[in-house]
């Protein structure tokens, strides 16, 4: 059955319009706090949602959800010490799941097959494995997904797509995305650190599908610094932007990618670079004489925190910081004249007037993830097809995948479409898990 169609077993949770829907929560993380609880907030009186059980493994978390969503819901609220238990007592129609990066799949496949729709954030998947076995329990459900890729629900991207797509903006030649800040604290916990003890959590529970390891409060907790846990800086800042080449070029992943970086500045015991240069080729597998350049570049020891996403054409450029298209860098008359050419510039326009991108882990607040959360309800009303489907997630994750394989090997590497599998030096990619 479709996303968009309608049946029994969409109303096994939804019964009507007129039903409200009971929310869950999947791990009480600094992201649900700061994002999906002001998100949430904004629309939930409006289209009859309730926020009734907090599931985390870490006692600590799972009391401070349920007292926090108590006070802003003015009722108890049913705090879970798994995910098994709150779907086993039916609790909820749909969850928002916040947990550790490789966590994120395995999750979202509980979830449905619990039979509830699922906002999961981002990054999607960590491994193919993961990426494959969440899109295919996702596709045999009607349950309604939406990837924490909010871009995707901002004025600016759509006008941004809609302009590309149209033609008007011609070819992409070359797209050039930048993510930097200095910020020695950034993922770590250390007030934190020294109150998560072993016994108030269930560490087994918390590896899922990773390798047995001992109890290690940072790699619970600064999970996004140490892999197998997480990628950091592709899963957490690339996945984002490299989600808008996906979608804007309409290609569901790189043809290739070679990768670079290492840990420059901070050297606190963290296993996942500070600093990368990621290089993307895109186009047709079938047709190499199409094409164009993604760079990604990222560094936590420099920086102001203003992500950037220009994209480049023959005429000009589209820069998603501005807004605008300008004849930038464009053919001009001059050049043209040279090869008996005509000049190629792009007019000057903004693309609308819109959400600005808040790229502070705090970006809760905003109107582009709230914008991004409400698409989601309202999804969940209407049964149809919310802005970022599973499918975003899948394409994005293979990005990221690529980018970590090329980072770990030195290789160029490629994409397997038949397998859906990850190459590297002409194998299937297999990552390392052991942290």
Same mark, same amino acid.
């Given at each position: 059955m479709g996303a968009n169609a309608?049946?029994?077993?969409?109303?096994?949770?939804?019964?009507?319009?007129?039903?409200?829907?009971?929310?869950?929560?999947? =791990?009480?993380?600094?992201r649900h706090r700061s994002s999906h609880i002001p998100c949430f907030m904004n629309h939930y009186k409006e289209l009859n949602f309730d926020l009734v059980a907090v599931s985390d493994i870490w006692k600590k978390r799972r009391e401070d959800g349920?007292?926090?969503?108590?006070?802003?819901? =003015? *009722?108890?609220?049913?705090?879970?010490?798994?995910?098994?238990?709150?779907?086993?007592?039916?609790?909820?129609?749909?969850?928002?799941?916040?947990?550790?990066?490789?966590?994120?799949?395995? *999750?979202?496949?509980?979830?449905?097959?619990?039979?509830?729709?699922?906002?999961?954030?981002?990054p999607f998947a960590?491994?193919?494995?993961?990426?494959?076995?969440?899109?295919?329990?996702?596709?045999?459900?009607d349950r309604i997904i939406q990837i924490g890729s909010q871009r995707r629900s901002g004025a600016n991207y759509h006008a941004a797509n809609e302009f590309i797509r149209s033609g008007k903006f011609g070819p992409i030649t070359m797209v050039e995305l930048t993510w930097n800040v200095n910020q020695p604290g950034r993922w770590r916990r250390t007030a934190l650190l020294p109150q998560l003890?072993?016994?108030?959590?269930d560490w087994k529970r918390f590896l899922m599908n990773r390798p047995a390891d001992k109890f290690d409060p940072r790699k619970y907790l600064e999970f996004r610094l140490f892999w197998p846990y997480s990628s950091g800086l592709p899963g957490q800042w690339m996945s984002h932007q490299?989600?808008?080449?996906?979608?804007?070029?309409g290609l569901q992943h790189p043809r290739s990618v070679v990768a670079n970086g290492g840990i420059y500045m901070w050297k606190d015991g963290r296993k996942n670079w500070d600093t990368i240069t990621s290089v993307f080729d895109y186009g047709p597998?079938?047709?190499?004489?199409?094409g164009f350049q993604v760079t990604f570049g990222a560094r936590m020891h420099n920086g102001d925190e203003r992500p950037a996403e220009i994209y480049y054409s023959n005429g000009g450029e589209l820069n998603l910081n501005t807004n605008k298209v300008t004849p930038t860098g464009g053919l001009t008359k001059r050049?043209?004249?040279?090869?008996?050419?005509?000049?190629?510039?792009?007019p000057?326009?903004?693309?609308?007037?819109?959400?600005?991108?808040?790229?502070?882990?705090?970006?809760? =607040?905003?109107?582009?993830?709230?914008?991004?959360?409400?698409?989601?309800?309202?999804?969940?009303?209407?049964?149809?097809?919310?802005?970022?489907?599973v499918e975003a997630g899948y394409s994005h994750s293979i990005a990221v995948i690529m980018t970590n394989a090329a980072a770990h090997t030195g290789a160029k590497v490629t994409f397997d479409e038949k397998k859906q599998e990850v190459m590297a030096n002409g194998k299937v990619f297999k990552y390392n898990l052991q942290a």
């Amino acid at each position: 059955m479709g996303a968009n169609a309608f049946g029994a077993k969409s109303y096994r949770n939804i019964l009507g319009a007129n039903d409200r829907v009971r929310v869950g929560v999947v =791990g009480f993380s600094d992201r649900h706090r700061s994002s999906h609880i002001p998100c949430f907030m904004n629309h939930y009186k409006e289209l009859n949602f309730d926020l009734v059980a907090v599931s985390d493994i870490w006692k600590k978390r799972r009391e401070d959800g349920a007292a926090i969503w108590k006070e802003k819901m =003015g *009722h108890d609220i049913v705090a879970c010490r798994n995910n098994e238990e709150m779907y086993d007592k039916k609790l909820v129609d749909a969850v928002f799941i916040g947990t550790a990066d490789f966590q994120h799949a395995l *999750h979202a496949i509980e979830a449905v097959k619990a039979g509830c729709d699922a906002y999961v954030e981002k990054p999607f998947a960590e491994t193919m494995e993961d990426n494959r076995a969440a899109l295919k329990a996702i596709k045999a459900t009607d349950r309604i997904i939406q990837i924490g890729s909010q871009r995707r629900s901002g004025a600016n991207y759509h006008a941004a797509n809609e302009f590309i797509r149209s033609g008007k903006f011609g070819p992409i030649t070359m797209v050039e995305l930048t993510w930097n800040v200095n910020q020695p604290g950034r993922w770590r916990r250390t007030a934190l650190l020294p109150q998560l003890k072993e016994e108030d959590t269930d560490w087994k529970r918390f590896l899922m599908n990773r390798p047995a390891d001992k109890f290690d409060p940072r790699k619970y907790l600064e999970f996004r610094l140490f892999w197998p846990y997480s990628s950091g800086l592709p899963g957490q800042w690339m996945s984002h932007q490299i989600d808008t080449v996906n979608w804007f070029s309409g290609l569901q992943h790189p043809r290739s990618v070679v990768a670079n970086g290492g840990i420059y500045m901070w050297k606190d015991g963290r296993k996942n670079w500070d600093t990368i240069t990621s290089v993307f080729d895109y186009g047709p597998s079938d047709d190499m004489s199409k094409g164009f350049q993604v760079t990604f570049g990222a560094r936590m020891h420099n920086g102001d925190e203003r992500p950037a996403e220009i994209y480049y054409s023959n005429g000009g450029e589209l820069n998603l910081n501005t807004n605008k298209v300008t004849p930038t860098g464009g053919l001009t008359k001059r050049f043209a004249d040279e090869m008996k050419m005509q000049p190629n510039l792009l007019p000057e326009m903004s693309l609308s007037e819109v959400e600005k991108v808040v790229a502070s882990a705090n970006t809760g =607040g905003d109107n582009l993830t709230s914008n991004h959360v409400r698409n989601w309800m309202e999804c969940i009303r209407s049964r149809k097809q919310t802005n970022a489907p599973v499918e975003a997630g899948y394409s994005h994750s293979i990005a990221v995948i690529m980018t970590n394989a090329a980072a770990h090997t030195g290789a160029k590497v490629t994409f397997d479409e038949k397998k859906q599998e990850v190459m590297a030096n002409g194998k299937v990619f297999k990552y390392n898990l052991q942290a």
